[in-house]
Nanobody
Framework: QVQLVESGGGLVQAGGSLRLSCAAS????????MGWFRQAPGKEREFVAS????????SYADSVKGRFTISRDNAKNTVNLQMNSLKPEDAAVYYC???????????????WGQGTQVTVSL
């Protein structure tokens, strides 16, 4: 089992930046593909970004491509999401997830953090 804890959320003005971090314990993250997902009130959880176990490949939702960057440091057992040029529609609870398959599908990830709130003001 791997336990995930997100941090770095908060309130930011539109156009600003935030860096989310996901720290793992229990098992090394190097055996998992990692993903970031988000869920806004009244909406389903949606894919944001994912990265392979080695960090060699990444994937992004079209809505964040060019603005967000996912990265990982297996030595530190962390995964990060750098979010730039934030928009009000980016506001949501952001979740870090670990899975055995590199995927954009929620159900492919078996381990989830508790989430961190991102609020974007005009």
């Amino acid at each position: 089992q791997v336990q995930l804890v997100e941090s770095g959320g908060g309130l930011v003005q539109a156009g600003g930046s935030l860096r989310l971090s996901c720290a793992a314990s229990g098992r090394t993250l190097s055996r998992y593909a990692m993903g970031w997902f988000r869920q806004a009130p009244g909406k389903e959880r949606e894919f944001v970004a994912s990265i392979t176990w080695s960090g060699g490949s990444t994937s992004y939702a079209d809505s964040v491509k060019g603005r967000f960057t996912i990265s990982r440091d297996n030595a530190k057992n962390t995964v990060n999401l750098q979010m730039n040029s934030l928009k009000p529609e980016d506001a949501a609870v952001y979740y870090c997830a670990a899975g055995y398959r590199w995927s954009s599908v929620v159900h492919d990830y078996g381990f989830w953090g508790q989430g961190t709130q991102v609020t974007v003001s005009l």
